[in-house]
């Protein structure tokens, strides 16, 4: 029984790997280096992660699968999934532990050549924004300074942050000539209104 056991831990851990690895979110993340210069081995890292959270906890639920597919790619690799696909990769996941827990390892084996046939060539324009709370966490009573200094417009074109000066992205906020002063150093210097 423990033969058995440790082959279907490693058909698994392969068919972890297989859904992971045709993944367009995890892959655009990969291939752009979201998280820094080790988004690689966070990656194999995530492999292991999945695969270990399938075998210590027992009767998983599909949303607690998404949930923690979230967690880790919003942690690991600064990214926030829309496009619905976290759902179709929870019950992947899901069901091939399933099978391999029921023994049916060829059905697991077609499903990991099918994946493993299937890798995107995902090729994205991305462009990594930072936000507010990215910059500072430990003070809410700044987060209307920061959202103010992060849309200023300056002509500074090696800026890492496209310059904006709309008022939908600003928060509906207007500016008021009073709020800004230009410094010598072309620096703008943003004070809060008086309330």
Known sequence: MAAHSAVTRGLFSEAVRAVLGSWPVLQIAVENCFGGPYVQEKAEWMVGAMEQYFHTNSDLEQFEVEETLQSILN????????????????????????????????AVQQKIAQLSQKKYNVKANVQE??????????????????????????????S?????SSTSETGGHSRDPQELEQEADGWTVVRRKKK
């Open 160 to 164: 890492a942050v496209p310059s904006v």
């Open 129 to 158: 924004v930072k936000t507010p709370e990215d910059e500072s966490s430990d003070d809410d009573d700044d987060d209307e300074e920061e959202e103010a200094m992060d849309c200023e417009t300056g002509n500074n074109s090696s």
């Open 75 to 106: 942690d690991e690799f600064d990214t926030v999934v829309e496009d619905g696909s976290l759902a179709m990769i929870a019950q992947q996941l899901c069901s091939l532990y399933s099978q391999c827990r029921r023994g049916e390892t060829a």
